[in-house]
């Protein structure tokens, strides 16, 4: 069974960084394109960022341009999104899932909350 794994998640003041990890028990990890999408409460579940393959092709929402990066090591087979200059906006459960995004490989996401 194909499984995801967030770690990294936690509290911090405006202005904090943290860094997601995502790790992805799945062999053919290095040819798939992943991204990070999040949930705030009440709100539907956003991208925020993706990355292809290779690592060579970013993307990310027009809300964390500038802040946030997304990146992979394909030997680890692990995903990462580092969070720089966080708001409280930024506050939501983090997940990873391949690009686009299927049903079964949700994780348990992990929490960021951001205090002003």
């Known amino acids: 069974q194909v499984q995801v794994v967030e770690s990294g998640g936690g509290l911090v003041q405006a202005g904090g960084s943290l860094r997601l990890s995502c790790v992805a028990s799945?062999?053919?990890?290095?040819?798939?394109?992943m991204a990070w999408f999040r949930q705030a409460p009440g709100k539907e579940r956003a991208l925020v960022a993706r990355?292809?393959?290779?690592?060579?092709?970013?993307d990310y929402a027009d809300s964390v341009k500038g802040r946030f990066t997304i990146s992979r090591d394909n030997a680890k087979n692990t995903v990462y999104l580092l969070m720089n200059s966080l708001r409280p906006e930024d506050t939501a459960a983090y997940y990873c899932?391949?690009?686009?995004?299927?049903?079964?490989?949700w994780g348990q996401g992990t929490q960021v909350t951001v205090s002003s």
């Open positions: 899932n391949q690009f686009p995004a299927i049903s079964n490989y």
């Open positions: 990355i292809d393959w290779s690592g060579q092709y970013t």
């Open positions: 799945r062999r053919d990890f290095g040819i798939v394109p």
